[in-house]
């Protein structure tokens, strides 16, 4: 309902606002997809939420809460641009080095040799 009024912008930023990576071409309507399977993961009951997990084969422990869980739904987007999120002291440094990857991602052969 609300996300549908939410331009390229706001989507990027709800996005960021919960940690994800993005890719640097998505369309408004791939992050309205990715948007909807983000708030439907924070809404599952949490055994749901981590069978989610389990499923993806992502590192879980037994006392992760919620808020791990979706830090690792994030942490994988990450891995999938190149990132090693939980390495990196935070996601404002993440942001940086993604903005320099898509920099580089964007260049042509041309522009790399020079």
């Excluded at 389990?54 to 791990?68: E, I, S, V």
Aim: aromatic letters at 6%; proline letters at 4%; a positive charge.
């Amino acid at each position: 309902e609300r996300l549908e009024g939410l331009d390229l912008a706001a989507l990027r930023g709800e996005h960021k606002k919960r940690g994800f990576a993005l890719r640097p071409k998505s369309s408004q309507g791939e992050l309205l997809e990715n948007m909807r399977q983000v708030l439907t993961w924070e809404h599952l009951p949490l055994s749901d939420l981590r069978e989610v997990c389990k499923q993806r084969g992502l590192p879980m422990k037994g006392d992760f809460r919620r808020a791990d869980l979706l830090k690792l739904l994030a942490a994988e987007t990450w891995e999938s641009r190149g990132i090693p999120l939980q390495r990196l002291p935070n996601t404002v440094v993440a942001y940086g080095i993604l903005d320099q990857v898509d920099r580089w991602e964007a260049k042509s052969t041309e522009d790399l040799k020079t």
